[in-house]
T-cell receptor
């Protein structure tokens, strides 16, 4: 069935370093890949997304890359700051009624 | 401010009692969703609605029901609560369904005792 695997489950980086979170999806028909950030006790919020006709998308310190052949996509955060500490969820959708969410990555940025 | 509102923020409910979690959005989004989030299990879809008047079951629908009488409101009802329904519940909406970003509500923390 449809599945999205997300790694790592936890990630600690020093402030100023880069962080990379990877997701692999199983359904080759997936064509939309959003990323959500959830701070402790808060709601998930969309931070960036990419569609299958694009290989990379950037928004300031955040970028997402997509490899359709390998069926994986990654979130890259550069120059990490303490406020980047949160749980990050990837998801994949093929335009049906729902996303398939990954299990989340807890990112800790150490000052 | 446009967005999606959930109520109540938190609730303690006795097992066997019924409860309705409210969700209202003012963005005129067609699609709405209910998720539960348990520690370590991420977000699991309970029910969804692609448009007013239609609903569907997600991954974990048992014990829950929904209705979508109009575009703005998508209440979630627990008919007879059980302790395993203790969770944080998030409502979400999307302009055109799952090929677009979701806007999440602030969540309802429900404890069934």
């Amino acid at each position: 069935g449809e599945n999205v695997e997300q790694h790592p489950s936890t990630l600690s980086v020093q402030e100023g370093d880069s962080a990379v979170i990877k997701c692999t999806y199983s359904d080759s028909a997936s064509n939309y890949f959003p990323w959500y950030k959830q701070e402790l006790g808060k709601r998930p919020q969309l931070i960036i997304d990419i569609r299958s006709n694009v290989g990379e998308k950037k928004d300031q310190r955040i970028a997402v890359t997509l490899n359709k052949t390998a069926k994986h996509f990654s979130l890259h955060i550069t120059e990490t700051q303490p406020e980047d500490s949160a749980v990050y969820f990837c998801a994949a959708s093929k335009g049906t009624y729902k996303y398939i969410f990954g299990t989340g990555t807890r990112l800790k940025v150490l000052a | 401010t446009a967005g999606i509102t959930q109520a109540p923020t938190s609730q303690i409910l006795a097992a066997g009692r019924s409860m309705t979690l409210r969700c209202t959005q003012d963005m005129r989004h067609n699609a709405m969703y209910w998720y539960r989030q348990d520690l370590g299990l991420g977000l699991r879809l309970i029910h969804y609605s692609n448009t007013a008047g239609t609903t569907g079951k997600g991954e974990v629908p048992d014990g829950y029901s929904v209705s979508r009488a109009n575009t703005d409101d998508f209440p979630l009802t627990l008919a007879s609560a059980v302790p395993s329904q203790t969770s944080v519940y998030f409502c979400a909406s999307s302009a055109q369904g799952s090929n677009y970003g979701y806007t999440f509500g602030s969540g309802t923390r429900l404890t069934v005792v």
